[in-house]
């Protein structure tokens, strides 16, 4: 019966054309760029009327019976990057499209091409440039670039960018969350101008397994012939040259004496790789990450994983965060709880995160928001969230800090998931096979008595790492229930209990069996650290949540106030008593490493 099953699945299996090879300029930081950071005009658009009135040509009237009924000069402003939710009370609870428009001055200088850069446009984005459509992305979390070198002009010039984050039952994610929708250009933009043929993308990293072995490709754009290209890192005297295909692509393949990366050691050395009249510099540390039955090994030895779970919200001023104050905040506050892990929850951060968890030795989970229930048949989402793997991937893949990427959280066991998971496990990992793959699951059972659960879930088979959200004591039962909890898994894998949690107000005080007090949030950790330090096949954990973030869940008048209040640190940056409790079973685990 079961292979039947099987085969009428794999016969059912999501016919879906693999994403197109990702385009994305790699290291836009370290190219030549022309920033439209700034002030923005805009135009509220709730019935989406901009379309058909072409507010794309930003229009002036001709002449006095001339009817244009929009006019960005006289309409309000939002700062670039933003989200538009925390700029204006008026537009907190806004979903629906915005029209972004920004004049600039351009003067092409001796580098032929030029593209337009979106760090991340949340949801969907319709890119115009002098009245042409340029062209259109969706997903709200990863950067994309079109090249503008034909339509952009010697001068004066106008981009315009309807951006809509009304939700969508085939989006990604789909219609529930709990976190705040904010919509908007929600990081940089810039012009990026390159030399004719350029060096599109690179992957310089260990090869799988080896720790004096590197093993790349470098892809250039505009290549119409074989173009050297040279792999230079200084500091370990080393120079290696590759020949490129017709089109640009090279693989390589060489000896390198490393000092390996690691939250000790965060060891970046300075990469350069030229060709083609291109040079483009980068920080690259090398390690090696894989899993040993349930261990997890970095540079083949065990680790556990101190770490915790995270919004990109900004501290203090609420939003979507996305300065390096606000990267620099966040990751701070898990340095100081003694993490050497976060858990990037629930989609793609933005670049600058990554790489200062790459300066700061934070190991990272990078997530994209495949949450919850979304649309398992639609062969059209699947694509949706290959093509964000793709693109997240494509950012990240030369940060030593990423060994994770995960591709779901809490999504409901059922035969359509499991195989567009299944998938979207086997996409990511041929993409990149030198990281790890993994999920948040939450469907466990009860087997074997009422004390034991056994994390069972299908989804496992395909993940090199389990990933486990448990809310005993919050959801789940009271606090004590975790005293006498055993956990197992169906497999011969390292476990990460990726989330378990609960709500307190910053200055909320009681008995420790008051819900909402800090003395609960507190006794639920020690009873969950006590619960969590049993299972065997733990190699490490994140709970859920470092600081308290927006999410239009959360109404709870006076407590919540559409904050989900499970962080250790308040959104005004206080700390909960709870931090300390993590902070000091941190600094137990820190000073007694796993055995061998
Ligand atoms: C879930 C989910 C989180 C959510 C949390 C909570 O498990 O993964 O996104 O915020 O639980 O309920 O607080």
Known sequence: MKRFLGLLFVAASIANAAPSPSNLIANVHARTTISLNGVWRVIIDPYENGLGARFYENRKPKDKQDLVEYDFDASGTLQVPGDWNSQRESLLFYEGPIWYERSFSFHRAELARSFLYFGAANYQARVYLNGKAIGEHQGGFTPFNFEITKDVREGDNFVVVEVNNTRHSDAVPALNTDWWNYGGLTRDVAIVEVPATFIQDYFVQLAKGSQGQIAGWVKLDGATQPEQVTIEIPEASVKQQVTTDDHGYAEFKFAAQLQLWSPENPTLYRVELSGARDRVQDQIGFRTVETSGTKILLNGKPIFLRGISMHEEAPFRGGRAFSAEDDAVLLGWARELGCNFVRLAHYPYNEDMIRLADQMGLLVWEEIPVYWDIDWQNSATLQIAEEQMR?????????????????????????????????????????????????????????????????????????????????????????????????KTAYD???????????????AHGSADARWTEEYQTSLFQHQIAMLRKIPSLAGMSPWVLMDFRSPRRPLAGVQDFYNRKGLISDRGQRKQAFYTLQKFYREMAAAPPEQ
Do not use: C
């Not at 390292?494 to 949690?501: C, Q």
């Open 391 to 487: 693109d997240l991937i494509a950012r990240d893949h030369n940060r030593a800090a990423t060994v994770f990427w995960s591709i779901g959280n809490e999504t409901p066991v059922n035969p359509a998931r499991t195989e567009f998971m299944k998938q979207l496990a086997s996409y990511a990992r041929e993409r990149d096979s030198t990281r790890l793959i993994t999920a948040a699951m939450n469907h466990f059972i009860a087997n074997a008595g009422a004390n034991n659960r056994l994390l069972d879930d299908p989804l496992g088979e395909y993940l090199d790492v389990l990933g486990m959200n448990e809310y005993v004591g919050w959801y789940n039962g009271p606090i004590a229930a975790a005293d006498e909890l055993q956990w």
């Open 493 to 507: 894998k390292p476990l990460i209990v990726s989330e378990f949690g609960a709500g307190a107000p910053f200055g």
